[in-house]
């Protein structure tokens, strides 16, 4: 990786998007972008980064029960994959884990990641378009697209839960000191890293994706994306 510096390394910092979603279930909790999700995105002058995890989690249980179990996942208190299932049986929830959801896509040199989360018949979706030296989320329910936030300049974004974000927050504070874009791609890696193995709500596999592409971040064509194409060359 090329090692450039940022045009103006002074301009940067870390973006949090405050947004209630949650899979399988509702929830009266907010501050959460999807607590089963960890989608981190660098957008730089030298290039592009987003990284996102592989997990998904589907509960059924009574619902004191699942808030509870909810609370200690979210807050860091299970750790692993053991503990996931321990404390899920203590309570008396069923649980569906699948570790192989894409939440990352390269579209012709924008990087998109997406959460999601389904509340009976309603499914919520946050997503995340990242370009060089720009950034954008799209809340999209039941069909209504709604801009949420753009940004511009040098900027690390996180959508997590509770626990996932506070990693990140203390890793980019830490590490990130007038960077390159190779050490924004290590920082990103190292938090995906950290955070897989202080909490199983995300899991230990990722996908990584970077571009240098200056692609356009229309704002119109984002806003008509969806997620069929993604797989697509192009993907618009």
């Given at each position: 990786m090329e090692g450039r510096r940022l045009a103006d390394p002074r301009r940067r910092q870390v973006e949090y998007d405050p947004g209630e979603m949650k899979l399988g279930r509702e929830s009266s909790r907010t501050g959460d972008d999807d607590p089963m999700s960890l989608v981190v995105a660098f957008s730089g002058h030298d290039g592009a980064v987003i990284a996102g995890d592989l997990r998904e989690i589907l509960m059924q249980g009574p619902d004191a029960e699942t808030a509870g179990?909810?609370?200690?996942?979210?807050?860091?208190?299970?750790?692993?994959?053991?503990?996931?299932?321990?404390?899920?049986?203590?309570?008396?929830?069923?649980?569906?884990?699948?570790?192989?959801?894409?939440?990352?896509?390269?579209?012709?040199?924008?990087?998109?990641?997406?959460?999601?989360?389904?509340?009976?018949?309603?499914v919520r979706i946050r997503r995340l378009f990242v370009s060089c030296g720009t950034y954008a989320i799209v809340d999209v329910t039941e069909g209504k697209q709604v801009l949420q936030k753009t940004g511009k300049g040098s900027s690390f974004v996180v959508l997590g839960n509770e626990v996932t974000k506070r990693i990140a927050h203390d890793?980019?504070?830490?590490?990130?000191?007038?960077?390159?874009?190779?050490?924004?791609?290590?920082?990103?890696?190292?938090?995906?890293?950290?955070?897989?193995?202080?909490?199983?709500?995300?899991?230990?596999?990722?996908?990584?994706?970077?571009?240098?592409?200056?692609?356009?971040?229309d704002i119109a064509t984002i806003m008509n994306y969806e997620k069929g194409g993604r797989d697509q060359e192009g993907g618009w």
């Amino acid at each position: 990786m090329e090692g450039r510096r940022l045009a103006d390394p002074r301009r940067r910092q870390v973006e949090y998007d405050p947004g209630e979603m949650k899979l399988g279930r509702e929830s009266s909790r907010t501050g959460d972008d999807d607590p089963m999700s960890l989608v981190v995105a660098f957008s730089g002058h030298d290039g592009a980064v987003i990284a996102g995890d592989l997990r998904e989690i589907l509960m059924q249980g009574p619902d004191a029960e699942t808030a509870g179990f909810e609370q200690e996942l979210y807050s860091g208190q299970i750790v692993n994959d053991t503990d996931l299932w321990k404390r899920a049986a203590e309570r008396g929830i069923a649980l569906q884990v699948r570790d192989d959801k894409c939440k990352v896509s390269d579209q012709g040199g924008i990087l998109v990641g997406e959460v999601s989360e389904s509340d009976g018949a309603t499914v919520r979706i946050r997503r995340l378009f990242v370009s060089c030296g720009t950034y954008a989320i799209v809340d999209v329910t039941e069909g209504k697209q709604v801009l949420q936030k753009t940004g511009k300049g040098s900027s690390f974004v996180v959508l997590g839960n509770e626990v996932t974000k506070r990693i990140a927050h203390d890793m980019i504070q830490e590490e990130w000191k007038n960077g390159t874009f190779a050490d924004a791609v290590r920082i990103i890696i190292g938090v995906m890293t950290s955070a897989a193995s202080c909490t199983a709500s995300v899991s230990r596999a990722y996908t990584i994706l970077q571009t240098r592409r200056r692609a356009d971040l229309d704002i119109a064509t984002i806003m008509n994306y969806e997620k069929g194409g993604r797989d697509q060359e192009g993907g618009w």
